[in-house]
């Protein structure tokens, strides 16, 4: 991570960034799930209620991160329990996860492994993407495409027309 892409991330999210650098370079690197032309990159986080949201890409996962922004103490007891996080898309089940370096956090897991991504960019991209499904609530996509395809419909659809090769757009 530069030092321009960490000066626009929230402490807490570089403080998790960090971290799971450290995760990556002493307990990841040289397992099987481990793509090495990735790395450790925090996309889109932005406030969320009393969270940071984004999407943590590693070489071996890209979660989307729901990150307290006041470090919660870590509680052992919650690791892997399920618990449903409404997001404008609709509700999601994340799953409880953190250490005592980043506190606990919640996580909802869109890859893993990372195998599928040759370079960092094409998971960046996933990550943008997946990310944007996550916050456009479900009106505004059939908004969206209801809208389009009026405009690339055409104005004259009778079949004799187009059996004529008569289309007009």
């Known amino acids: 991570m530069t030092d321009h892409e960490q000066s626009d991330l929230a402490p807490r999210v570089v403080e998790m960034v960090e971290r799971f650098q450290i995760i990556g370079e002493h307990s990841m690197q040289g397992l099987p799930v481990y793509n090495e ?3 450790v990159e925090a996309i889109g986080f932005q406030s969320y209620g009393e969270n940071y949201l984004g999407v943590l890409v590693t070489p071996w996962f890209m979660n989307v991160i729901l990150l307290p922004q006041d470090k919660e103490a870590m509680d052992y007891s919650l690791v892997a329990s399920p618990t449903d996080e409404t997001l404008p898309a609709g509700t ?16 909802l897991s869109l890859h893993s492994p990372m195998f599928a991504f040759k370079t960092q960019d094409l998971a960046r991209i996933e990550a943008k993407r997946r990310l944007d499904s996550l916050m456009t609530p479900p009106a505004a996509v059939s908004d969206e495409l209801s809208q389009r395809s009026r405009q690339q419909a055409p ?10 090769g008569h289309v007009s757009g």
């Open 155 to 164: 104005a004259d659809r009778s079949r004799r027309a187009f059996l004529r």
């Open 92 to 107: 999601w089940q994340f799953m409880f996860g953190g250490d005592e370096e980043v506190g606990l956090y919640k996580s």
């Open 37 to 39: 032309n990735l790395r």
